[in-house]
C-alpha cells in the first residue's frame, strides 16, 4: 500500500475543524424535533446545516490529501493572545472600577502585544487616550459607561 | 418622471434641516476618519457607534450610518494612494496604480481624481436608487417566501465567489453563519436551540459581538502578526486638481466604473467589492496601452474608485426596497432600523416615505460634502497617516472595547467578543474569510423563516423553489455563478483578478 501523504496540511486541519463543529452542533440540536418536510421543527434547519458543513469539512479533508496547498504555517501567538488578555481586563474592570482603570489597562496589556511599544510614551498616551474616550463617550454621547466606581464610596 | 422629482423633493426637505445636515456631515467626517486609518473598518465603527443612535430620531440615525459608510469609501482611497495599503478592503485595487502616481509626485491629481469620480459615481447611484427603488419594490410585493428564499440562496452563492481563496472553504463559512444564526429560540415554536441554557444566548447569538470580534479585534490581531511595509510618500503631494489631459484620459473610465459598480453594488452578497476589481480588469483590457498599467495609468484609479463608491450606495437598493441586507454594513443598518421600530423592506417607502427619501437625497449632499472634507483637508489625513500603527491599535482596541460594551452595557459581550476574536484570528490561519460567515449570519434568519415558510405552504414539497419561474431563476443563477467558479479556467482568471 501507498502511503498516504498530506499535500495540503493547512486543508486538513481546516477540514477537521469543520468536522467538529459540525459533530457539536448534531449532539446540541439532538433533543430538538426534527419535525416534516410539510411542517419542519426548530431543529430541522440547524441539523441540514450541520450535515453540509461537516460535509464541506470532509471534502476539504479529502482534497488535502489529492490537491497540493498551504503549509500549516507560522502561528505568531503573541500578539493575538495579549490583545485578547487585554480585552478579557477591560470586560473584569469596567464594572469596577470603571473605565478609568480599565482603560490604561487595557491599553497597557494591549501594547505588550507590539515588540515595537516604548513604555513611557505608551503610559502618557494610555491616560489621554482614556481621558478622551471619557469625554467622548460619556460627556458628549451621554452613554452610560462607569467612569469611576469604587462601591459603598464613590460613583461617577 | 415628475413622481421621481417630486420624491427626491420630499427627501431634500428632510435632508436640509440643521441637525440632519449636521449628522450628514458627521457621518461623512468620522467615514473618512476611518477610511484613511488601517486596521478599522466601517463594520467595526458602525457597531461601535450604533449605541449612540438609539437617542436621535430614524431618520437622523441612518443618514449618519449611511455616511459612515460611503464616506469610508473615499477615506480607504486616500490611505491606498499615500501609504500603498487598502484603508479599505474595496480600495485593494487603488494600491497599484494609485500609490504608483503618487511616487511619481502625482498623489495631488491621483488623490482629486479619486475624489471627483466617486462624487460621479454617489450622485448616479443616488439617481439609479431613487428610480429603482420604485418599480423594485413593486416585484417585491410579488414576492413569495419561496422567492424570498431562492434571492437570498443566489445571494449567498455571490458571496462565495466573490470572497477571496478556496471555494469550499467559503461555502463552509457561509454555511457555519447560517449555522450560528440558528442559536437561540425558534421563531415558530420558542423552543430553545444550542443555548446551552445561557439566557443571553436565548434571543441569539449578538450581531454586533460577532461583527466587532470579526472584523475589530480579529483585524488587529492579523494586522500584528504580519510585518506591514509602510511606505508614506514623502514629500509634495503635488496639485490636486487634474489637468484637462487628465480629465479627458479619465471620463470614460469614471462612467464605466459607475455603471459597473452600480450594478454589481446592487446584487445581493456584497457584490460592492466586486465592482473596483471589475472595473480594473475592464480599464486594463480596454487600454490602447496596457502596459501603463501598475506604473501609474490615471484610469486605473479613476474607474475602480467611482465602481466601489457606486457600488456602496446602491448596496442600499436589497435592503430599502426587499428588507434584505447584501453585506454585513447593511445589516447593522436593519439593526438601527428596528430598534425604532421600523421593518426594512418594500413597506418603508410607503409608510415612512419621508425617512426613505430623506436618506437617499442625504447621500447625495454627502458625497458633496465629502469632496470638501477630502481635498481641502488632505493635509491632516496625511498627518493623521504619519501616526505609528504601534500607538494605533491599542487605541483601536480600547475605542472597540467601550463601543462593544456600550450596546448592551454588558461586560459579558466584551468578553465573548474576546472569544470570538481569538477564534476568528484562528480561522484566518487556517485559510477562512470572515466576510462570507457574516453574511450567512446576517441572512440566516430571515432565508430560515422563508425557507420553512415555503415549506409549510407547499405541504413539504421541494419542487415549489424550482416550479415557480421567479425563484427557478434565481436559484439557477447562483447555480451557474458557483458552477463558473468552480471551472479551472475561470477559477484562474478569478485568482489572477485577486492577486492583481
Request: charged share 10%.
Amino acid at each position: 500500500m501507498r502511503k498516504v501523504r498530506v499535500r495540503a496540511p493547512q486543508d486538513l486541519v481546516a477540514g477537521a475543524s469543520l468536522v467538529a463543529v459540525s459533530l457539536f452542533a448534531i449532539w446540541a440540536t439532538a433533543p430538538l424535533a426534527g419535525g416534516r418536510l410539510g411542517a419542519p421543527g426548530p431543529g430541522f434547519v440547524p441539523r441540514v446545516l450541520a450535515v453540509l458543513l461537516g460535509a464541506s469539512g470532509a471534502g476539504l479533508c479529502l482534497l488535502s490529501l489529492t490537491r497540493a496547498g498551504e503549509p500549516l504555517g507560522r502561528w505568531p501567538l503573541r500578539g493575538p493572545l495579549l490583545i485578547g488578555l487585554a480585552v478579557v481586563a477591560f470586560a473584569l474592570t469596567i464594572r469596577v472600577p470603571g473605565l478609568v482603570v480599565a482603560g490604561p489597562l487595557a491599553i497597557l496589556v494591549a501594547g505588550a502585544a507590539s515588540p515595537e511599544t516604548r513604555w513611557r510614551e505608551l503610559a502618557i498616551f494610555s491616560v489621554a487616550v482614556t481621558a478622551c474616550c471619557i469625554g467622548l463617550f460619556r460627556t458628549l454621547l451621554h452613554l452610560p459607561i462607569p467612569v469611576l466606581v469604587l462601591p459603598g464610596w464613590f460613583t461617577l | 418622471m415628475s413622481t421621481l422629482i417630486s420624491h427626491l423633493a420630499l427627501g431634500f426637505s428632510v435632508a436640509f434641516t440643521v441637525p440632519n445636515l449636521g449628522l450628514c456631515f458627521l457621518g461623512c467626517l468620522v467615514g473618512t476618519l476611518i477610511g484613511v486609518l488601517p486596521g478599522i473598518g466601517p463594520i467595526a465603527t458602525i457597531t461601535m457607534l450604533l449605541p449612540v443612535t438609539f437617542g436621535l430620531p430614524p431618520v437622523g440615525a441612518l443618514i449618519m450610518l449611511a455616511g459612515i459608510y460611503y464616506g469610508a469609501q473615499y477615506g480607504g482611497s486616500t490611505t491606498a494612494i499615500l501609504v500603498n495599503i487598502p484603508g479599505e478592503v474595496t480600495s485593494v485595487v487603488t494600491t497599484l496604480d494609485g500609490h504608483q502616481m503618487a511616487r511619481r509626485g502625482r498623489a495631488g491629481v491621483a488623490l482629486g481624481i479619486a475624489a471627483l469620480g466617486s462624487f460621479f459615481a454617489g450622485c448616479v447611484a443616488t439617481l439609479i436608487i431613487a428610480a429603482l427603488a420604485v418599480p423594485l419594490t413593486r416585484v417585491a410585493l410579488l414576492f413569495g417566501p419561496a422567492e424570498y428564499a431562492a434571492l437570498m440562496t443566489a445571494g449567498l452563492a455571490f458571496a462565495v465567489v466573490l470572497a477571496r481563496g478556496s471555494i469550499l472553504k467559503s461555502i463552509a463559512m457561509v454555511l457555519l453563519g447560517l449555522l450560528l444564526s440558528t442559536v437561540g429560540n425558534d421563531l415558530e415554536t420558542g423552543a430553545e436551540r444550542m443555548t446551552f441554557g445561557v439566557a443571553s444566548l436565548s434571543d441569539g447569538f449578538d450581531f454586533a459581538v460577532l461583527a466587532m470580534g470579526l472584523f475589530g479585534f480579529a483585524e488587529v490581531m492579523r494586522n500584528l502578526s504580519v510585518e506591514q511595509a509602510r511606505d508614506v510618500v514623502h514629500g509634495a503631494i503635488g496639485p490636486l486638481l487634474p489637468d484637462a489631459a487628465d480629465l479627458r484620459q479619465s471620463a470614460a473610465p469614471i462612467v464605466r466604473g459607475t455603471l459597473l459598480g452600480a450594478i454589481l453594488g446592487i446584487l445581493p452578497g456584497n457584490g460592492a467589492v466586486l465592482g473596483p476589481f471589475a472595473s480594473y480588469a475592464l480599464e486594463k483590457k480596454l487600454a490602447r496601452d496596457p502596459s501603463r498599467f501598475g506604473r501609474g495609468a490615471i484610469e486605473g484609479v479613476a474607474g475602480p474608485e467611482s465602481a466601489n463608491n457606486a457600488g456602496a450606495q446602491t448596496s442600499f437598493i436589497p435592503l430599502l426596497t426587499l428588507g434584505i441586507p447584501p453585506n454585513a454594513v447593511m445589516a447593522l443598518m436593519v439593526g438601527a432600523m428596528t430598534i425604532h421600530g421600523i421593518v426594512p423592506g418594500p413597506l418603508v417607502m410607503t409608510r415612512n416615505p419621508s425617512l426613505f427619501w430623506g436618506v437617499i437625497a442625504s447621500m447625495w449632499l454627502g458625497n458633496l460634502m465629502l469632496l470638501v472634507i477630502n481635498l481641502p483637508l488632505i493635509g491632516v489625513w496625511v498627518r493623521l497617516l504619519k501616526v505609528p500603527y504601534r500607538l494605533l491599535f491599542p487605541a483601536i482596541v480600547i475605542v472597540c472595547c467601550v463601543g462593544i460594551y456600550s450596546v448592551n452595557n454588558s461586560p459579558g459581550d466584551v468578553l465573548l467578543t474576546a472569544f470570538v476574536a481569538l477564534f476568528g484570528y484562528a480561522g484566518t490561519r487556517l485559510g477562512f474569510e470572515s466576510a462570507p460567515l457574516l453574511l450567512g449570519f446576517v441572512l440566516g434568519r430571515l432565508l430560515e423563516e422563508n425557507l420553512r415558510r415555503a415549506l409549510a405552504i407547499s405541504r413539504g414539497d421541494l419542487t415549489v423553489f424550482v416550479t415557480r419561474p421567479v425563484s427557478a431563476w434565481l436559484l439557477l443563477t447562483g447555480l451557474i455563478v458557483l458552477v463558473v467558479a468552480v471551472l479551472p479556467g475561470i477559477r484562474a482568471r478569478r485568482e489572477e483578478v485577486f492577486v492583481e
